[in-house]
């Protein structure tokens, strides 16, 4: 099977750490003594789960030959047997790769009665490109999350199917919600303590923020707590053992209305629909080590700044994090594993301003960062993986900067709509349908990211100005992908970029003044396509084995293409049916396939090169200035961030002398000699 194994990302929170830590905090009780109910801890062997049947079928043929579609129907059969003493109540939630490519997803609830059996049945029908492959080979992934209720308990565990692994599947982990009462520390001077055991202040979480004084400490010990809590006075709430706050379905969990207060150390379940297990309302509050599970959102945040969210597990949230009008935000070392409820999207920022979202791990169905209206927010260092929609999503955004993240099975990796003047940089993209897609995303720079295994397009440029899309590495866009493509933009400039191993490198569409320079197109299916282009310059690229054409211009006017290198492409190497130059009134390109001659040892063939046409009604088209000369290299590294700063100013240059723009269009493009753009890109 095709695909990265992005199992690392889809750990299940066992919560082992709280355990170690209780050793240190007190001793243990039974759970009992916190709920009032019967000891609930289900064994490894409790439940088990087999594959009674998997099967791909084909029960239509190829419907477009031409295209080698093929319609699938899958089916799964699970048995579920439940070794435990009494019924159990299941959900079971699957989402479904094939080749690495999303399928669908579907829930299914049943109930498994006192040490009995059922099975439970999926099927899905698709219809989808590639040759088909055949058993043993089945194609495809499983991934699964099951929940287990029983009374108020949630269990919960992952596990996946993988071809060659397709008998059983045994569960072997231990329930997070195991709950654990503990002994209170020691009274210390100004810190109350909450909980049942010995020496506690207070048995309510809620009695001893109403009791403390501003500034105060509260120390909650481990244990279940079922209320709702609303913090007014600016405290440090501190949990020890991981403790429970559970709401049962009401209200928020926790409401934040004072500035400056501290949580910590908390796991924080079940708030009512559409509210949250953290509501923040207060400025500077920071919220560390927690754990949001089964909440309509995990945090939520509105018009207040300087708020932190560290080190803190999304799970079972319909949203993790949303943020309206926050300023100084910061998420940072966090993960989230949407599997809930709802939507299931990840980071939502609104109208938000110098905020940052740095180094969070993110496994959720949907968008995983969706900013919308925002500025000066940097995106930085993030692990981004499966799911549908957008990885990183920007729209009427400005001043933003997307930076080193690792993106790996998206719809849309990174995607800027109706946005200016924004920085993606350095990101590494792989196996999502598209890699970096622009529309009407002015003044955008696009800069030493590397995009592999893209389905449809490494790179889109479409409705847009002034995008600067220089030293990126764009690889393996095949059997059906494009590497490149600029559609309905103007004044922007394509430079420095390795492309290798695409069905189609480059193709420029409906677009005008459009600086193509200094690129690298190595083994792709065609090389540079452009259809209704005007006023652009194409040159110092090299275009070495294609399989197809070098360069195509179809339908353009008035472009120049001159110091390319064409090597051992395929038939006729360009094609013009217009009225083009291929060359600068000086000197040409470098032919592979040209056999003239340079009797006077000038460099430049002393007779034309012709260039292939459908329309000679305008005329011969010619290269007059053949040079004897091109350059090769291989593929280079990327280069580093400074040397792609200097290169993409003097392409600003040429693009002024070459193209003739105006300052006015020139300043609504990136400008990397402000002060603004400088701390961007030096931070």
């Known amino acids: 099977m095709k695909g990265a194994d992005v199992s690392g990302m889809a750990e299940l929170v066992t919560f082992s750490e709280a355990r170690f830590a209780l050793g240190f905090c ?155 009462a503990v002994d209170c ?26 009791a ?71 400025n500077g509050v920071s919220l560390r080590n927690c754990t949001t599970l089964y909440n309509g959102r995990g945090v939520v945040i509105t018009n207040r700044h300087s708020c932190l969210i560290e080190d803190t597990v999304f799970r079972g949230d319909d949203q993790s994090v949303q943020a309206t009008g ?13 599997a809930g409820r709802g939507p299931g999207t990840g980071i939502v920022l609104n109208s938000c301003t110098s905020s940052r979202v740095v180094e969070n791990t ?35 955004c400005s001043d933003c900067r997307i930076e080193k993240n690792d993106i790996l099975q998206k719809e849309y990796a990174v995607y800027l709509e109706s946005s200016f003047n924004n920085l993606v940089l350095g990101n590494i993209i792989r196996e ?19 995009v592999v295994d893209s389905r449809d397009y490494g790179m889109d440029v479409g409705a847009s100005s002034g995008v600067v899309v220089a030293d990126n590495y764009i690889h393996y866009n095949q059997p059906f992908g494009e590497a490149l493509i600029v559609a309905w933009a103007h004044n922007c400039t394509i430079t420095r970029n390795s492309i290798t191993r695409a069905m189609n490198a480059v193709q420029i569409r409906f677009s005008e003044r459009v600086l193509f320079a200094g690129n690298i197109l190595w083994e792709n299916g065609r090389g540079v396509d452009m259809v209704y282009c005007n006023a652009s310059v194409v040159t110092g690229n090299l275009v070495k084995k294609s399989n197809g054409i070098a360069i195509l211009m179809d339908t353009c006017f008035q472009n120049t293409a001159y110091n390319n290198t064409f090597i051992d492409n395929g038939i006729h190497q360009a094609f013009d049916n217009r009225d083009n130059s291929w060359d600068n009134g000086s ?68 693009m002024r002398r070459m193209l003739g723009a105006s300052p006015a269009t020139v300043r609504q493009s990136w400008d990397f000699r402000s002060s603004r753009s400088q701390e961007l890109i030096h931070g």
């Open 26 to 180: 007190g001793i243990f009780l039974a759970l009992s003594s916190v709920l009032g109910t019967e000891d609930w801890k289900p064994k490894e062997t409790d439940l088990q789960i087999t594959t009674k049947s998997a099967t791909i079928t084909r029960p239509l043929g190829p419907s477009m030959e031409e295209w080698d579609r093929w319609s699938w129907r899958w089916r799964l059969t699970l048995g579920i047997k439940n070794k435990y003493g009494s019924e159990l109540e299941l959900s079971v939630y699957l989402e479904v790769y094939r080749l690495g490519e999303y399928w669908e997803q579907q829930r299914v609830t049943a109930k498994v009665g006192s040490a009995a059996a059922t099975d439970v049945g999926f099927s899905y029908y698709s219809e989808t490109l590639g040759t088909p492959p055949t058993p043993p080979d089945l194609p495809y992934r499983v991934m699964a999350q099951t929940s287990i209720k029983h009374g108020i308990e949630v269990y919960t565990f992952e596990w996946t199917i993988d071809q060659g692994n397709l008998n059983e599947a045994e569960i072997k982990t231990d329930p997070p919600l195991t709950v654990y």
């Open 185 to 210: 520390p020691s009274p210390q001077p100004g810190v109350l303590t909450v909980g049942s055991g010995t020496g506690c202040m207070h048995t309510s979480i809620q009695s001893a923020t109403d």
């Open 212 to 282: 403390a004084q501003n500034g105060q400490t509260i120390l909650v010990c481990g244990g279940r707590y079922l209320e709702n809590i609303t913090i007014g006075k600016s405290l440090h709430l501190i949990g020890i053992g991981s403790p429970v706050i559970d709401a049962q379905g009401k209200g928020d969990v926790v409401l934040v209305t004072a500035p400056q207060t501290t949580i910590e150390g908390f796991r924080l379940l079940m708030s009512g629909q559409n509210r949250a297990g953290i509501d923040i309302q207060g």
């Open 326 to 338: 926050a300023w100084n935000l910061t998420i940072r070392d966090c993960r989230l594993e949407v």
């Open 362 to 396: 993110i496994q959720v169905r949907y968008v995983a960062i969706d900013l919308d209206s925002c500025s000066d927010c940097s995106i930085t260092g993030n692990r981004l993986a499966a799911g549908r929609s957008e990885g990183i999503r920007l729209r009427r």
């Open 432 to 450: 999502s349908t598209d890699g970096v897609r622009l529309l009407m995303a002015n003044g955008t720079v696009v800069l030493g990211n590397e």
């Open 587 to 654: 000197w040409g390109n470098y032919w592979s396939d040209y056999t003239g001659k340079d009797e006077n040892g000038d460099g430049i063939g002393d007779t034309p090169r012709p260039i292939y046409t459908d329309a000679p009604r305008w005329g011969p088209a010619a290269d007059r200035y053949p040079l004897m000369k091109g350059y090769d290299m291989e593929v280079p590294e990327m280069v580093g961030l400074a040397e792609a700063v200097a290169w993409s100013l003097l392409l600003r240059w040429l």
